[in-house]
C-alpha cells in the first residue's frame, strides 16, 4: 500500500478503547501497539478522523495532525415527516444492537422502569441485528428496510432513546434530531461533537438506566421541552449535511498530496 503513491488513512474508532470491552476481540496490548507503528509510516496531513475525540486520542501516540472530516445527514431522507398523529399511547424508539456497548440491555431495564410510571406508552424497537427474538407488549420489533422507513420512524416517536456508552461520533441521534425526535443519547463522547445537553438534546451518564427513565419522563410530560429539543434538533442536524463532509474530504486529499509532493 505505501509503494503505490500517497496513503491515507481514515480513522473512525478508537481501537484501544474499544478491544476493552470484550475477550471475544483481540487484546488492545497485542492491537494497539501494531495499530500505532502502523499509524506512524503516514506522512503529515494524509490522517482523518471522523471526530475530534478520536483524533484527540490517537494524536497522543502518533503526534501528527489529524484532519477532521465529521459524518453527514441525508436531509432529502432525514427530514420531518408529516406522520406524527394525535394519540393517546406515546412512542419510545431505539435500535436494538447486541453487540454489548450499543447497551440495549440499558434500554431495557429502563423501559421497565418508565412502565411502572406511565402505562400508555409503547416501546418501539428497530431490529438490527438481534436476531429472532421476541418481546413482550409494550414492546414493538420492526425492521426498516430503507433509509426512508427509519426517517418516518424517527420522525413518528415521541422519543429516540441512543444508550450506546461508546460512539466516535454515533450518527443514530443525528439522523433522530435532523427528523425532529425529542433526543436521549447516553454520554459517549463521541456525540459531544453535535449534542449539548438541555438544548438538542438530554445527555444522560453511560449505563444509567434510571437516568433515562427520568429522562424519558421528563419529556413526555414537558411539552415545551419536547418542542425545544425538536426544533433545536432540527437546526443542529443542518450544519451535518454529505455535501460538507465530501468537500472537506477532497479539501483534506488536495492538502495532503501538496504538502508531501
Known amino acids: 500500500l505505501l509503494h503505490k503513491g500517497e496513503p491515507f488513512f481514515l480513522i473512525q474508532h478508537y481501537w484501544k478503547q474499544i478491544f476493552k470491552q470484550s475477550r471475544k476481540y483481540i487484546p488492545a496490548y497485542v492491537y494497539f501497539p501494531w495499530f500505532v507503528e ?16 478520536v ?16 459524518p453527514g445527514v441525508n436531509r432529502s431522507v432525514f ?3 408529516e406522520s406524527k398523529k394525535r394519540r393517546e399511547t406515546k412512542v419510545v424508539l431505539t435500535i436494538g444492537r447486541k453487540i454489548r456497548h450499543k447497551g440495549f440491555n440499558i434500554f431495557l431495564e429502563a423501559a421497565k422502569l418508565i412502565y411502572r410510571e406511565y402505562h400508555n406508552i409503547a416501546f418501539v424497537v428497530v431490529n438490527k441485528d ?17 433509509d426512508e422507513e427509519l426517517a418516518r420512524l424517527y420522525s413518528s416517536c415521541d422519543v429516540f432513546v441512543w444508550p450506546s456508552w461508546y460512539e466516535t461520533f454515533g450518527l443514530p441521534p443525528l439522523e433522530a434530531m435532523s427528523c425532529g425526535a425529542p433526543v436521549i443519547t447516553a454520554d ?18 453511560p449505563r444509567d438506566a ?12 414537558d411539552k415545551n421541552l419536547s418542542h425545544l429539543l425538536s426544533k433545536q434538533g432540527v437546526k443542529t442536524a443542518k450544519r451535518f449535511t454529505w455535501d460538507s463532509t465530501v468537500s472537506k474530504f477532497e479539501n483534506a486529499l488536495k492538502l495532503g498530496i501538496a504538502n508531501n509532493l
Do not use: W
Open 38 to 53: 502502523l499509524l506512524k509510516l503516514f506522512n503529515k496531513d494524509c490522517l482523518m478522523a471522523n471526530s475530534s475525540m
Open 210 to 221: 434510571s437516568a433515562i427513565a427520568e429522562s424519558v419522563l421528563k419529556i413526555l410530560e
Open 130 to 146: 438481534l436476531g429472532n427474538i421476541s418481546l413482550p407488549p409494550p414492546f414493538e420489533l420492526v425492521i426498516a428496510a430503507t
Open 55 to 70: 483524533a484527540q486520542k490517537v494524536q497522543v501516540h502518533v503526534r501528527k495532525r489529524i484532519k477532521i472530516i465529521h
Open 188 to 205: 459517549s463522547e463521541g456525540i459531544h461533537e453535535y449534542a449539548t445537553n438541555g438544548l438538542n438534546c438530554i445527555i444522560v451518564p
Open 79 to 81: 427530514h420531518p415527516y
